[in-house]
């Protein structure tokens, strides 16, 4: 299981996921409600199941139809009558995957949100036929491995001003250019990518499509180390053309649906954050606990426990904003009747400042704990150096931290209206 184990048997085995979730219940369980619990347990068994089954020398993507089975690559939407979902069950699922496999919820968060969420943004605005109703069954089941592909190499933070240059045909539309970082890109069955018709007025003449690999998308791989079970891809659109009924939205409303879906997006990566803070914190309060050095646990030494106790504050905190941010998304936008233009609005800056607190956090918390654990943190006797890895990209993915900055700010600068 380890290249070389070196760790104490008996603290390796206090720190079985069983346990990880014992405490992780007993910090996080009583900001969740009855049904909330119900669902986590489940997690947990799930995750404690599935745990010894998994191969790390193996891609993620084996891993897909073992989620899709429980309905588990997403839970924002109805999908079959896999219940509970919403935004909160979906916030609590990325961080039970993320401390079962930090780099399998990567991977399940670009093709389960990330792709699949524009198919139920198209039925929901009036989208018709089965078609699309084929892709999301196919990547929900985790059969079929779906991406999305808004980045290019010359359009980073501005992913509005696309340069991927599309073309309407009689029967479809044409897709022109190169994305960059696409998640799952090389294993994917489906693209959701944006382009334009006109690169001058973006705005009104974005499209949307969801592209099977088969009508002719090319990929590379990219080389990152961080996180090396995921495939992630430079993606080559060279004349690649989209039959109508993949189109999910035609003439600017891409544009709409692109910015309408990262809300959704950042407040999933808020989840898999969580998961990636209190994974590694439990584990080295466990380690520290365990640890002996000059006769005593190293927890009882200031510099390692007062640093853990304010890792903890933090990680409390950020659960909480992350739990009722999503609380205010399923009651006031996701359930309501009428969603909540004000919630609508709140959210949106919640959500950047969520993605922009939570995914710092997640570095910060796996690279202090790597510090107060010493040296069998940073081999793989321990998953704390993994998670570290994967943290590293917390902050680049969904928009990078400046990104985030640029939105809050411009909230900060409408608040001057009030007065
Ligand atoms: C591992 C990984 C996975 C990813 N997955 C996907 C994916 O699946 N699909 C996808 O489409 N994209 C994906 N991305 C791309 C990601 O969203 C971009 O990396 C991100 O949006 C930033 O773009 P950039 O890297 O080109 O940086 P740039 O936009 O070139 O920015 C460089 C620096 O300048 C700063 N900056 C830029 N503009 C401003 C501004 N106006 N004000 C202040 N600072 C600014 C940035 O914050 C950053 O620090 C992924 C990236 C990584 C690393």
């Known amino acids: 299981m380890f290249q070389e184990k070196i760790i104490n048997d008996e603290i390796l085995a206090k720190m079985s996921l069983e346990n990880i979730f014992k405490i992780f219940n007993d910090n996080v369980f009583p900001m969740l409600n009855e049904e909330e619990r119900e669902y986590c347990i489940e997690l947990q068994q799930f995750c ?3 745990q010894p089954k998994i191969d790390k020398s193996k891609d993620v993507y084996v891993l897909f139809p073992e989620l899709g089975k429980k309905g ?3 839970r924002i939407n109805e999908w079959k009558d896999f219940k509970p979902y919403g935004m909160k069950k979906e916030i609590l699922l990325g961080t039970h995957i993320s401390f079962l496999d930090p780099q399998l919820e990567l991977g399940r968060v670009a093709s389960g949100i990330l792709c699949a969420n524009p198919t139920f943004h198209y039925y929901h605005y009036g989208g018709t036929g089965d078609t699309i109703y084929k892709v999301q069954d196919e990547l929900l089941s985790g059969q079929k491995v779906g991406c999305i592909g808004i980045t290019e190499p010359e359009r980073g933070s501005d992913a509005v001003n696309l340069t ?5 045909t009689d029967d479809g539309v044409i897709f022109n250019g190169e994305k960059v970082f696409t998640t799952n890109g090389p294993s ?5 990518c944006y382009g334009v018709y006109d690169e001058a007025n973006p705005r009104d003449t974005m499209v949307q499509g969801m592209i099977a690999s088969k009508f002719g998308v090319k990929t590379e791989r990219l080389k990152i180390n961080s996180v090396p079970r995921v495939h992630i891809a430079h993606t080559i659109l060279d004349n690649v053309k989209v039959p109508m009924e993949y189109v999910l939205a035609d003439n600017g409303l891409g544009y709409v649906r692109l910015f309408e879906g990262l809300v959704p997006e950042r407040l999933s990566i808020m989840g898999s954050g969580i998961g990636i803070c209190w994974s590694g914190l439990i584990n080295g309060i466990i380690y520290t606990n365990l640890r002996q050095q000059f006769g005593k646990p190293v ?9 853990l106790a304010d890792l903890l504050t933090k990680a409390t905190a950020a ?3 992350a739990l009722q941010a999503a609380t205010i998304y399923d009651d006031q936008i996701l359930f309501a009747e009428k969603p909540s233009k004000e919630a609508e609005k709140w959210v949106a800056s919640i959500s950047s400042q969520g993605k922009y607190y939570v995914s710092k956090l997640t570095h910060d918390i796996c690279y202090e704990v790597q510090q107060h654990c010493g040296g069998v ?5 321990t998953p704390i150096d993994e998670l570290t890895d994967v943290s590293k990209i917390e902050e680049v993915i969904g928009g990078a931290r400046n990104i985030q900055l640029l939105l809050i700010q411009s909230q900060i600068r409408r608040f001057m209206r009030l007065i």
């Open 299 to 307: 927890i009882r030494y200031q510099g390692v426990g007062y640093g």
């Open 188 to 192: 994917a069955d489906y693209f959701c």
């Open 319 to 321: 659960t909480s904003l």
């Open 377 to 381: 943190s940073v081999t793989d006797n």
């Open 48 to 50: 404690i199941d599935l």
């Open 72 to 74: 588990y690559m997403q």
């Open 164 to 168: 991927t240059i599309c073309t309407k």
